[in-house]
Nanobody
């Protein structure tokens, strides 16, 4: 699996951005996929996860109600719609993938060490 993120940029507080993660794989329908983010000087943290097999999802508390994770099986794309952005959302956002036979729950999908395949990241800056 190869992953490529796009869609980052500079946005004002309260604005929206849509991130995309294009997957190059024949196994898109059996992947656990997570958006992580990392701000300078901070640890990498999970933002949202999705299982492509049945669209199960989970969100970190700090984005629940503001961000939406979704997928397109035909295009093999994972997206993250980010609304009501705050300055503290500023970070490099990474897409990660791992083969999964079923939804393992966010206790598994929110751990960066469980993922071997990562994109290069896309920068999101929220500032006025």
């Amino acid at each position: 699996v190869q992953l490529a993120e796009s869609g980052g940029g500079l946005v004002q507080p309260g604005g929206s951005l849509r991130l995309s993660c294009k997957a190059s794989t024949d196994s898109f329908r059996r992947l656990c996929m997570t958006w992580f983010r990392q701000a300078p000087g901070k640890e990498r943290e999970a933002v949202a996860s999705l299982y492509t097999g049945d669209s199960s999802t989970d969100y970190s508390p700090f984005v629940k109600g503001r961000f939406v994770i979704s997928k397109d099986n035909t295009e093999k794309v994972l997206t993250l719609q980010m609304n009501s952005l705050k300055p503290e959302d500023t970070a490099t956002y990474y897409c990660a993938a791992a083969g999964c036979r079923s939804w393992p729950g966010s206790q598994w999908t929110f751990r960066p060490t469980n993922f071997q395949t990562w994109g290069r990241g896309t920068q999101v800056t929220v500032s006025s």
